[in-house]
């Protein structure tokens, strides 16, 4: 698969996430109307690289999915969409808190994998404050879903 | 609505051609917006009436492309624009006006 057509099936993957947002009945027009600037963007003669061409369709769609709500169809829509609450809600935090979780096992395993140090250990020093920021944010996030009194509902489908 | 700068923007590429008519892609590009600012921006033009969309028709989408959706002020709205980018320059002086607001010789600021 070209890089041109992973770039496409990426970026219609997020805007569908995006329409998803939506009120039902306006979902399947505007997934049709941005997945048609795609190959406007993906074949654009301006950009010369195609990697940067590809790029800038998933820059697109990312500030779509970023921006769904903001659209005027989407105030009176659930944020949720059409789906109901779960029973048991994801607390917040989950994501930031795996994430770091992730990024501690990846140092450590650097760590191990270079012992006697190397090129990789100044940069190894400044990436130890990565884990350390994604848990503060994992506690401060799972602290404000504790303290919300509609937790049942989620917050955001992300 | 508050003219904001993306909003400035998007009305003078739109008042650049009033009967133009632009797709998202053109109107990110000609307006140096991203599409998460262009999107929202269009929606609450079209909500006031001041920008009208249509679907291009299936025929007219050349090399099997899907049709896209095409947006152009309406005559309201190319009013409204004219209006509210002569406002963002200022109203324009007359002589005797800019001399009356300039201060007398002499006087104290």
């Not at chain 2, 152009?72 to 209006?83: I, K, M, N, P, V």
């Amino acid at each position: 698969m070209t890089s041109r057509a992973s770039a496409q099936r990426a970026a219609e993957y997020l805007l569908r996430r995006a329409c998803r947002r939506l009120p039902a009945g306006t979902r399947d027009e505007r997934y049709a109307e941005w997945a048609a600037e795609l190959p406007a963007i993906l074949h654009d003669p301006d950009i010369r690289h195609p990697f940067a061409r590809s790029a800038r369709a998933l820059r697109y769609a990312a500030g779509v999915y970023r921006s769904t709500r903001r659209l005027p169809e989407a105030a009176g829509s659930r944020p949720w969409g059409d789906r109901q609450p779960a029973i048991f809600p994801r607390p917040d935090g989950v994501l930031p808190g795996l994430a770091a979780v992730a990024s501690w096992i990846c140092l450590v395993l650097t760590a191990r994998y270079f012992p006697h140090g190397g090129p990789w250990w100044p940069l190894l020093a400044v990436a130890l404050f990565v884990p350390d920021v994604l848990a503060v944010i994992a506690i401060i996030r799972f602290v404000r879903w504790l303290r919300r009194p509609s937790r049942g509902s989620p917050s955001s489908p992300g | 609505m508050k003219l904001t700068g993306p909003l400035r923007r998007v009305l003078q590429v739109f008042l650049a051609d009033v009967s133009a008519r632009h797709y998202g892609y053109d109107l990110m590009k000609a307006a140096g917006l991203a599409s998460g600012t262009l999107y929202p921006l269009l929606g609450r033009l079209q909500e006031q009436g001041l920008v009208t969309s249509e679907w291009e028709p299936q025929s007219a989408s050349a090399g099997g492309r899907p049709p896209r959706r095409y947006y152009q002020l309406t005559g309201e709205g190319a009013r409204a624009a004219r209006l509210e980018l002569a406002g963002v320059t200022g109203p324009a002086r007359t002589r005797g006006e800019r001399r009356a607001a300039r201060p007398a010789p002499g006087t104290a600021r």
